[in-house]
């Protein structure tokens, strides 16, 4: 082949790959979240069903307002009320790696933290800690030009330190400093999630998409033991660099707990809405923020469920 031929070629070979690069099909390709020119966006609610591989990681804080609880004495008569607010505290990070096209893993680790923030919070509600982490896979059924649909499962683990000043103290009033009231004030419970169900994605249009997520599975917790544990929730998704080129996209999302273990507090909020803004000028990074408001169960005597509004601060890194 003569020189001139040669440069020729691979010049050719030099635009054509040029050309797919930019092309929409290779820019599909390319993202492990797109369906028909739609890129998904980052969600603390309902979950991913691709299997590509991304970090993710969220930090936040939240606050329960106006808590009351009733006071009873030793007879367990009502004698008075105390409250205050309480605040919360989180952090999580997420991997998930895309081993085969029909195969991603993932772990991830989080710790969530609740202190009263004020004395009379504190003695009310106590404080605790959990932190814990889960392995998963996700297993790819059906993908269409808009529509994918995987099979997922998990399994978590998760520890909870517990401080716990009120009963402590109606203990020590009803029989005395015991070795049992001191176990009282701290203690650790673990309790172990398994789940297993169905994600899906439909890409509406362009510009907006949506995400469905169906769970089911099993807690296992030190109070009651084993108890059914579902979750069912929808994430829309509306990125407005398809409709007006301005690099943000809007998440609303939705998950509720099903099931006799859905208001143990290692279930985490059993009622959740979510409001998400993030970044979308960069193709294989997201960085956003979200506000919650959840309904929160509290493992204590004569504490109500709490109605607490979260933030969290989310980045996501795709590979």
């Given at each position: 082949m003569s020189?001139?031929?040669?440069?020729?070629?691979?010049?050719?070979?030099?635009?054509?790959?040029?050309?797919?690069?930019?092309?929409?099909?290779?820019?599909q390709?390319?993202?492990?979240?797109?369906?028909?020119?739609?890129?998904?966006?980052?969600?603390?609610v309902v979950g991913t069903p691709f299997a590509d591989t991304y970090f993710t990681n969220s930090t936040g804080a939240g606050l329960a307002l106006d808590l009351t609880i009733p006071v009873r004495n030793?007879?367990?008569?009502?004698?008075?009320t105390i409250g205050g607010d309480i605040g919360f505290l989180l952090l999580d990070f997420e991997y998930q790696k895309a081993v085969a096209r029909w195969l991603a893993l993932r772990g991830k680790f989080g710790v969530v933290a609740r202190l009263g923030?004020?004395?009379?919070?504190?003695?009310?509600?106590?404080?605790?800690?959990?932190?814990?982490?889960?392995?998963?896979?996700?297993?790819?059924?059906w993908r269409a030009s808009n529509f994918f649909v995987s099979f997922v499962a998990d399994v978590r683990r998760n520890t909870q330190y517990i401080v716990d000043p009120f009963t402590f103290a109606q203990r020590i009033a009803d029989s005395g400093y015991t070795e049992e009231a001191k176990e009282l004030l701290l203690r650790d419970e673990a309790s172990t999630h398994w789940?297993?169900?169905?994600?899906?994605?439909?890409?509406?249009?362009?510009?907006?998409?949506l995400n469905l997520?169906?769970?089911?599975?099993e807690i296992d917790t030190p109070l009651v033991g084993m108890e059914s544990l579902s979750q069912i929730g929808a994430q829309v998704g509306f990125d407005f660099t398809?409709?007006?080129?301005?690099?943000?996209?809007?998440?609303?999302?939705?998950?509720?707990?099903?099931?006799?273990?859905?208001?143990?507090?290692?279930?985490?909020?059993?009622?959740?809405?979510?409001?998400?803004?993030?970044?979308?000028?960069?193709?294989?990074?997201?960085?956003?923020?979200?506000?919650?408001?959840?309904?929160?169960?509290?493992?204590?005597?004569?504490?109500?469920?709490?109605?607490?509004v979260q933030f969290r601060l989310v980045t996501r890194i795709d590979f």
């Open positions: 020189p001139m031929r040669s440069r020729a070629l691979r010049n050719a070979v030099l635009w054509l790959a040029a050309a797919l690069a930019g092309s929409p099909l290779a820019a390709q390319a993202c492990g979240r797109c369906l028909n020119g739609h890129r998904f966006l980052p969600s603390s030793v007879e367990g008569e009502e004698v008075g923030t004020s004395t009379e919070a504190i003695v009310a509600s106590g404080a605790s800690a959990v932190y814990g982490g889960s392995l998963g896979a996700t297993v790819p059924l789940s297993a169900g169905l994600r899906g994605a439909w890409a509406v249009q362009s510009w907006v998409g997520q169906i769970e089911s599975g398809r409709i007006w080129r301005v690099p943000l996209g809007l998440s609303l999302g939705y998950r509720e707990n099903a099931g006799n273990g859905r208001t143990g507090e290692f279930s985490g909020s059993y009622r959740i809405t979510e409001l998400g803004l993030f970044y979308t000028g960069h193709p294989a990074f997201s960085i956003g923020g979200d506000l919650f408001w959840s309904r929160i169960a509290v493992n204590a005597v004569d504490v109500p469920d709490l109605d607490a």
